[in-house]
């Protein structure tokens, strides 16, 4: 009687065992898509754009016409500056600096681009000098000023010239914002002024990896 | 069977529901996106004109609100789709249900900078803007007509051309389909709603959909959004 009764008592045993099993195959594996599907959280704000963005042809500071669209397979990030802005551009010019220091060898997957919102004062030499302080690397653009105008407008930048007593001369009010283009030309990211170089250099090798 | 036994089937069988449900509730998210978010369109553009009261309006005004643009002009009657009167209705909706905490802006652009100066946006705005207090701001803009053209025809992809006027020879309209659109505190296009008829619970529903995503754009919830996104764009 006692060997009947411990059969099904051995065999539940074994059943829960398995079960115990199949619950941690299942578990684990979900975990592991969880984790797998867990999308990487960009520091700059995502957009989902249907359309490539916006091609541009503009000389740089070498005098050299200079395409977006050339640099197609780099991430290309554009930002709106000029040369005599006290604060902001030098800031985020260092902070994109540090982004591209910190890529170490996938440096040159990556290109900066600056477009003057101040056409009038930045000439090429002006304009290669101001990067020079920064890294060699970046590019510096300069266009007519409607044809600044209407770039500008497409990637939601505002520019606006101020009257100042300042010693330097006028200032120009812009959007501080930096735009991220994927290798296949869309604007993909925006990061706002104060975005930090490490956290730019996260995204854009996320952004080249995927 | 033993009654001991039985229990820890049932027991076996709670565990495998549990399961079950867990890996229905993730599957179904993917597929049925309970947590709607709006798409990032693309950019909206960024500008700098005047108000009806002559100030200084630039799209950096509006960063941080969310905001629904309209196109119209001063002279448009008769046939002409003017959707100014559907923006006061969306005011008066969004003061009374739409999410507290959040600020909101109508902006309305005009189609003929030649002609609409500033005070004829006073004038035109008056009866809409009224006297109450009103918590949405609103402000008709004007600016150069090549500036507007590059914000509402580059940016918004608003086509409007101006057509010589049936009535008179040296009048003329603007020929345009009315669209509005709503813009996010981060100057990302999030709805585009091309119609002369606005569905008012439409936009709300919408405007609804974004103050969540606000107010939950920090820590887990974040993640939620993030990933809301992931399955709708990239499946």
Redesign the interface.
Known sequence: MTHNNNK??RS?LK??WI?ILG?AI??GV?IL??IA???Y??HG???????PAQDFTLLNQYGQETTLSDYRGKVVLLYFGYAACPDVCPATLAELRQARELLGTRADEIQVFMITVDPERDTAEVMAEFLAHFDPSFIGLIGAP?QV??I?????????KQDTSSVMGYLV?H?A?V?LIDPEGY?RL?FPYGARGEDIAEDIIYVLDH | MSEKSSKKFKLLYLLYAVIAIVVTSVVSFAVFQPVKVLPRISLAPGYAFINQDGESRTSEDYRGKLTLYNFSYTHCDGECPDTTQQMQEVRAAVEESAPAGIDYALVTVTLDPERDTPEALGLFADPYLGTGENTVSWDFLTGDPLRVRYMVGGGFSLFYEAVASPNSTDDYDIKFYPLFILVDGWGIIRAEYPTADLDYDEVLNDINYLAVEINNSEGAAKYAYEAAHLFRCYP
């Open positions: 099904p008592e539940l059943k829960i079960a619950i299942v578990g979900l898509a969880l599907l867990k999308p959280a960009f704000a995502v957009l989902q754009s249907p359309k409607e105008a209407q500008a407008t497409q990637y939601g930048i505002f520019f606006q009010d959007t914002t735009m604007s925006i």
